[in-house]
């Protein structure tokens, strides 16, 4: 079973400008969720989806958002990019018999200019 | 809200010895898990164990196991026989078990341990 793929892995943005990050979850798995990762703050969660409804979101400004579509893939864009966003960015699927346990993808690795 | 401490940032071990890494959390909630998550150099988070709170006997898988006290708010994890492969940084994370479902992790900071040949 293939695992957690996230597109792309690597990205360079300018200050201003928009991403868009894409995480196909195991195939299977209706929970997707998505943290951040920097050297300074560590792993902070951003926002957990399960069958296209948005269930939890972290404490991020308004500028992150994401959605769920209904084969499961997850989309999270950041918009008017500060420095501050440079962090790798993981997601995560969990299949719901499963209890506990996420599978994360390697990561979208985003630096901005 | 709950928070997950890793108060070592570094840690490193000599091959086929054994290696504790600590983690404490503070939560106010009876009904939650906690994990130890490795992340080597490729980045992919990989579960290593996890523990429900509700149970009283210390998760084990393999050569990894944890101590788990309940009432001191203490969650370490224990390699036993360290490989080469172990190296990676660890983060301990915890997950309040009433969020109606919901996946979140709080994690602490991590620790990078280092295996020595």
């Known amino acids: 079973k293939a695992g957690v793929t996230q597109t792309p892995r690597y990205l360079i943005k300018t200050r201003g400008q928009q991403v868009t990050l894409s995480c196909s979850p195991i195939?299977?798995?209706?929970?997707v969720s998505w943290y951040q990762q920097t050297p300074g703050q560590g792993l902070q969660f951003l926002f957990e989806?399960?069958?296209?409804?948005?269930?939890n979101k972290g404490n991020f400004p308004g500028r992150f958002s994401g959605r769920q579509f209904s084969n499961s893939r997850s989309e999270m864009n950041v918009s008017t990019l500060e420095l501050g966003d440079s962090a790798l960015y993981l997601c995560?699927?969990?299949?719901?018999?499963?209890?506990?346990?996420?599978?994360f993808g390697e990561g979208s690795r985003l630096t901005v200019l | 809200a709950q928070t997950v401490t890793q108060s070592q940032p570094e840690m490193s071990v000599q091959e086929a010895e054994t290696v504790t890494l600590s983690c404490t959390y503070d939560t106010s909630e009876s009904d939650y898990y906690l994990f130890w998550y490795k992340q080597p150099p490729s980045r992919q988070m990989i579960l290593v164990i996890r523990?429900?709170?509700?149970?009283?006997q210390n998760a084990t898988e393999n050569r990894f196991s944890v101590n788990f006290q309940k009432a001191a708010k203490s969650f370490s994890l224990k390699i036993s026989d360290s490989q080469l492969g172990d190296a990676a940084m660890y983060f301990c994370a915890y997950r309040s078990g009433s969020q109606g479902g919901s996946e979140k992790l709080v994690f602490g900071k991590g620790m990078k341990l280092t295996v020595n040949p």
């Open positions: 195939s299977g798995h209706r929970s």
């Open positions: 989806y399960f069958s296209e409804t948005q269930r």
């Open positions: 523990q429900e709170a509700y149970k009283q």
């Open positions: 995560a699927s969990r299949d719901r018999a499963n209890t506990g346990e996420l599978f």
